[in-house]
């Protein structure tokens, strides 16, 4: 995966081939409340997902929560820091408390500023590691010019050793997500 | 499953002089999101790296700044602003000292949707940020432009790459 661009004119036009699309979910006029990427090859190193994300919960704003290989055991804990323009936090759910879901990107929703979507970049690293419990970082948020806004800055466990196989994403409120929301799934090879 | 090799270096900009602004133009609409990738100082040591789309100078801008040094955190909003903060404090021109500042636009041909950036950026001198912009715009970025609202100048050796990716 590139990092600085100092040479990044000689391969113009020739894509880098440790990054690759898997697939893609994108929002049709019906909304959707939940999405799944199946079948996740073993054959990458990493995953990256990408996105926008607006909701309809009836809030400035919502989150959508991961679930892993179909696992709904306490098993997951996330942390976090997120500021909104007027002050700071950080918080987070320890492994002790044990949720039964990581809560993993942040979402505009219908109260927000028409038009603006939340965007997320998530990295889950060494995912097919089978010596390694799971471990995903997110920066994730939006800016609406007024009302609430956020930026967001989540590590996430899944206390699980497994290749991930499967992604399951979900608004722990039951905002479904809307038109146009789109999220992409990408692989990058070592 | 996977669709093949996405992840595309469009163009760069290696700056051999002190320059105003640095454009990024003619982006075509072929990808899904678009990173842009700084490395960068500036010829004095104050003034922030600002962002501009499609040459846009009115107040359709705001940020939300989340921004970390030794000894603040600052939580701060621009709102109605004519530009995108790329970070919040200067890099200054400190031999061999630079820094860096990441773009991630996605969607930003989507003319449904608003645009939205994540900002990502550091340097020595004054800390780290990650930010969340706005452009008050549903049309495609098509051009950005990177400058410094005060006046001061990109310095010599700073590089600006654009990589576009593209989702299956």
Redesign the interface.
Known sequence: ??????V??Q??????????????YTVGAGGESEVEFA???S?FTHLQL???V?TNRNDPRDALYFRYNGDTGSNYSWHWM???????AGGGSDINVAPTTCWTIVTSASQA?G???????VDILDYKNTNKNKVTRS????????GD???W?ISTLWKDTSAISNIYIKSPYGGTMQ??S?I?L??IRG | ????????????T?LNSDINSVTLSSISNSY??LIL?G?IQQDQSYDTPNIRFNGDTGANY?????SGSTSI?????G??ETFIYGGYYAVPPIPDNFG?TIL?I??YA?T???K???V?SGRDTGGID?????W?S?AAINSITLFMSQNTKWAAGS?????G????
Not at chain 1, 1 to 6: C, E, R, S
Not at chain 2, 2 to 11: R, V
């Open positions: 995966m590139p990092i600085l661009g100092t990044a004119s391969f113009a036009g020739k894509p880098f081939s440790s990054f690759e699309s898997i697939a893609t079948s996740i090859p054959t990408r996105g926008v607006r997120h500021a909104n323009g007027a002050g700071y500023t038009g603006v979507f939340a965007n997320f970049v920066m994730t948020g939006f800016e609406p010019n007024s806004g956020r930026s800055f038109q146009h789109q992409a990408y692989g | 499953m996977a669709a093949g090799a996405t992840y595309e270096p469009i163009q760069t290696t899904t999101d990738v490395y705001s940020t939300l700044i989340f955190i600052a939580s701060v909003r709102s109605n860096t991630h996605n969607n989507n449904n949707i608003k939205t950036v994540i990502k990650l930010h969340q912009g706005y008050n549903t590089v600006f790459t654009l990589y990716i593209k989702a299956a």
